[in-house]
């Protein structure tokens, strides 16, 4: 299994990246998606998650109305769209693959890629 993110960067506040992880060696289309993301001297939280049916999205608090998150089961692909970036949304990112819904909470699986640097100045 090997996720491999990409489309980080430096921008500034109020700018948008949006970013990619390609999935290979793993059932990409029946399984569901999410990003996580780690500030430095934080734990690693939850940014958003997609089932595999494309009809279901969950996103935290923190980034909702900003992130979007979406996928393509043909491309083995999935994206983060973010808008209205914040400093604090200064973080490495990391996608993850194939992990559960517990109590409506999304618990990730093993297969992490191996993350993207996302900086926002303010």
């Known amino acids: 299994v090997q996720l491999v993110e990409s489309g980080g960067g430096s921008v500034q506040a109020g700018g948008s990246l949006t970013l990619s992880c390609t999935v290979s060696?793993?059932?990409?289309?029946?399984?569901?998606m999410a990003w996580f993301r780690q500030a430095a001297g934080k734990e690693r939280e939850f940014v958003a998650s997609?089932?595999?049916?494309?009809?279901?999205?969950e996103y935290s608090e923190s980034v909702k109305g900003r992130f979007t998150i979406s996928r393509d089961n043909a491309k083995r692909t999935v994206y983060l769209q973010m808008n209205s970036l914040k400093p604090e949304d200064t973080a490495i990112y990391y996608c993850?693959?194939?992990?559960?819904?517990?109590?409506?909470?999304?618990?990730?699986?093993?297969?992490w890629g191996p993350g993207t640097q996302v900086t926002v100045s303010s």
């Open positions: 993850n693959a194939g992990g559960s819904y517990t109590s409506d909470f999304y618990s990730p699986s093993e297969y």
């Open positions: 060696g793993f059932p990409f289309s029946t399984n569901t």
């Open positions: 997609i089932l595999w049916s494309v009809v279901g999205s």
